[in-house]
């Protein structure tokens, strides 16, 4: 059976109200990358990574799914054989638009990790540096999500059905953070057809066979239906 995997990235919430990173008005023109989303730049000043994340897990929550999410969950819904998506976005909109496949290779906004026990938990809707751990009582509270030079989640899934991909499709990201970029090299050498939805030619775009030009609300209804 023909399977699918999908990777999305900021590209598809940016119509939700959500910001990207790198486009005019981004999120990292406004935050230093350095500061925010690396373990340095917490260990350096928790206080600013929790207030960074706290307006992100704010703005997420206000947000709704838009009608780029909403056509991938008809197209889950719809399809018979393996279906992933893969997204680098930590926002929650793909699973509020009902898809259930769904890995967060970047981590969540809503998902809180332990700095030195590991422990993971629901996030409140605000975090400060000095929470304590439910499970060891450090005050080393951080969002559970992937930082730069980070180890991203669910590696070996993604490669696997990367190697199995019939078709794939990156949907709103610039492919300039790794592994992600790389994703559509490994899909196309296992023979998937290799697809990019983005209002601009990502920074791989050479790796794919086809390239619809436009926002996700309008090209990926157009692609799923
Ligand atoms: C890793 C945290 C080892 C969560 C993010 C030196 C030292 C250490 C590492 C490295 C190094 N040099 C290179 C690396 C690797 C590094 C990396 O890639 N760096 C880059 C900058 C060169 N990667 C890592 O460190 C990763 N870990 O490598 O571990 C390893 C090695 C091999 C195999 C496995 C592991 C960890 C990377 C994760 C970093 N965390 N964020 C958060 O705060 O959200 S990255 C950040 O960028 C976000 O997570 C985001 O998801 C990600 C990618 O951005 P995009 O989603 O693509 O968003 P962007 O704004 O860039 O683009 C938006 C796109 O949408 C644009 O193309 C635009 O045209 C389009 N668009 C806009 N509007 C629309 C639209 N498209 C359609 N419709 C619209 N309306």
Request: charged share 20%; aromatic share 8%; net charge negative.
């Amino acid at each position: 059976m023909k399977s699918i995997v999908i990777l999305t990235g900021a590209g598809i919430s940016a119509e939700s109200g959500l910001g990207t990173f790198r486009d005019r008005d981004g999120l990292w023109t406004r935050y230093d990358l350095a500061e925010v989303a690396t373990p340095e730049g917490f260990a350096r000043n928790p206080a600013l990574v929790h207030d960074f994340y706290n307006a992100r897990r704010a703005n997420a929550a206000a947000a709704a799914p838009n009608a780029a999410h909403q056509a991938l969950a008809r197209l889950e819904a719809a399809w018979p054989g393996p279906f992933l998506i893969v997204t680098q976005n930590v926002d929650d909109l793909h699973e509020r638009a009902g898809c259930r496949a769904v890995l967060h290779m970047h981590g969540q906004l809503n998902g809180a990790l332990c700095a030195r026990c590991d422990a993971r938990w629901p996030a409140p809707a605000v975090m400060h540096p000095a929470d304590p751990c439910p499970a060891c009582g450090a005050a080393s509270t951080r969002p559970d999500v992937v930082w730069f030079g980070e180890y991203p989640y669910g590696m070996e899934r993604i490669w696997s059905a990367l190697r199995e991909a019939d078709l794939f499709a990156a949907i709103g990201t610039s492919g300039t953070v790794y592994p992600a970029a790389a994703f559509a090299q490994d899909a196309g050498r296992a023979g998937a057809h290799c697809v990019e939805l983005n209002t601009e030619p990502s920074a791989v775009a050479d790796d794919f066979d086809e390239i619809l030009t436009g926002p996700a609300t309008r090209i990926v209804p157009a692609w799923v239906d």
